[in-house]
C-alpha cells in the first residue's frame, strides 16, 4: 500500500497550492483520510480530514476559509486546495488514511487513528 503526495512547491503569500494523494495498493473509499502538516522542529499537526462520502468534513482553526478538502473514490485521490496561503503555513504535508472501512462518516483529527501515510510533499511560503 502506498499513498504518493504531489503538488507542494514554492509559492509567494496569498498565492495558491493544489496537493494531491493518490492511494494504490488497496481502496480507501469507505475509509476516512486526512492532510497533516510538519515544520521544522514541531511535531506532526492535524490540518483537514474527510469521511468515506466527503459528507464530514473538519479542519483545524488555522486553515478554515482558506483551504478545502476534497476526494474523488473512483480515482482513489485526496486532494487539499490551498489558497490566501501565508508563511506560517510552510511545513512538509502529509496524506493520511484510516485502515478500516467506517459505516458512517466518522473523521479523526489524531495522528494515531491513521495507519498509512504517505511520503510528505514540501510547501514554501515566502512573504
Known amino acids: 500500500v502506498q499513498l504518493q503526495a504531489s503538488g507542494g512547491g514554492l509559492v509567494q503569500a496569498g498565492g495558491s497550492l493544489r496537493l494531491s494523494c493518490a492511494a494504490s495498493?488497496?481502496?480507501?473509499?469507505?475509509?476516512?483520510m486526512a492532510w497533516f502538516r510538519q515544520t521544522a522542529g514541531k511535531e506532526r499537526e492535524f490540518v483537514a480530514t474527510?469521511?468515506?462520502?466527503?459528507?464530514?468534513?473538519y479542519y483545524t482553526d488555522s486553515v478554515k476559509g482558506r483551504f478545502t478538502i476534497s476526494r474523488d473514490n473512483a480515482k482513489n485521490t485526496v486532494y487539499l486546495q490551498m489558497n490566501s496561503l501565508k508563511p506560517e503555513d510552510t511545513g512538509v504535508y502529509y496524506c493520511?488514511?484510516?485502515?478500516?472501512?467506517?459505516?458512517?462518516?466518522?473523521?479523526?483529527?489524531?495522528?494515531?487513528?491513521?495507519?498509512?501515510w504517505g511520503q510528505g510533499t514540501l510547501v514554501t511560503v515566502s512573504s
Open positions: 493520511a488514511a484510516h485502515s478500516s472501512r467506517t459505516e458512517y462518516n466518522i473523521i479523526y483529527y489524531r495522528a494515531r487513528n491513521y495507519d498509512y
Open positions: 495498493g488497496r481502496t480507501f473509499n469507505r475509509s476516512p
Open positions: 474527510i469521511g468515506w462520502s466527503g459528507a464530514s468534513i
